[in-house]
Structures are given as structure tokens and as C-alpha cells.
């Protein structure tokens, strides 16, 4: 499954969800982590009000099944949820990206918690999946 880290120096989950200007994408696994990807965006983040500036992180994020932030306002965590991605708020900005990594590895290797089950499972069906078990009704 995919994480996502709100960073504005890759090492810290310290940036707000809407003015956040990188992403931090990884593959995680009860095998361990690999990163994937720094999603960067543009313009004027910082203006409140500015749903504009969500939409493009929300689509980038839509196969992520975790995004964790510093703060998110409740706007972004609703659409965040209705896509399937469930937003994790970091206890401080001093937690290291790595150890929230290698802490969900010995989870999944375990019995993760409720919360970690139920994002585990609630990626909604793309629009093919939906025709596909239609038409099989």
C-alpha cells in the first residue's frame, strides 16, 4: 500500500495538508518501505478559502491509502475520506517520517489496530469496477 508525507524537509511530518508544497510518497509492506515519489505543487497554497489548491493534491493522492500532516483543515480531511484515504495527524512536527514507516511495518506484521484495518480496506471501487458488478447482477 501507498503512504504519504507531508514534509517541507523530507524527514518530518511538519507541513500543513493545504499549504503543503511536497508530498512524500512511499510503498509499504510488512517487508519493509521503498519511496516512491516527491509530489510537488505550485502557486499560492497559503490563501485560506482556496479549495482550488486541494483538488490537485486530492487527485494526486488517490492511490495512497494513508496521508500523514502536521494539520489538515476538516474541508480537505472529508474529501481526503470520501476518496479513501484516511488523513493521520502527527503527534508534532519532530516525528520522522521514517519511524512512523517503520513502526506501521511491525504493525502489518502483527495485528494492526481497528483504524489501520478499516483504511486497509475502504479504497472505494473505480468506476470499472462498478459497471463490471452491475453488469454481473
Not at 508544497?21 to 497559503?46: A, H
Not at 474541508?75 to 517520517?97: F, N, Q, R, Y
Not at 506501521?104 to 468506476?127: C, E, I, M, Y
Request: aromatic share 8%; proline share 4%; glycine share 6%.
Amino acid at each position: 500500500m501507498k503512504i504519504a508525507f507531508t514534509t517541507s524537509d523530507r524527514v518530518h511530518i511538519n507541513a500543513h495538508f493545504g499549504w503543503a508544497r511536497e508530498i512524500d510518497v512511499y510503498e509499504i509492506s510488512d517487508n519493509g518501505y521503498e519511496f516512491i515519489e516527491t509530489l510537488t505543487f505550485e502557486g499560492d497554497l497559503k490563501q485560506d478559502g482556496n479549495e482550488d489548491k486541494v483538488t490537485p493534491k486530492l487527485e494526486a493522492l488517490n492511490d495512497c491509502t494513508i496521508v500523514y500532516v502536521s494539520a489538515i483543515g476538516g474541508t480537505a480531511a472529508a474529501k481526503l475520506i470520501k476518496k479513501g484515504v484516511t488523513p493521520v495527524k502527527a503527534k508534532s512536527d519532530d516525528d520522522k517520517i521514517a519511524d512512523i514507516l517503520n513502526k506501521l511495518v511491525q504493525t502489518l506484521k502483527g495485528n494492526p489496530p481497528p483504524w489501520l484495518r478499516k483504511a486497509l480496506q475502504q479504497k472505494p471501487s473505480n468506476f470499472e469496477d462498478d459497471l463490471e458488478e452491475e453488469a454481473t447482477v
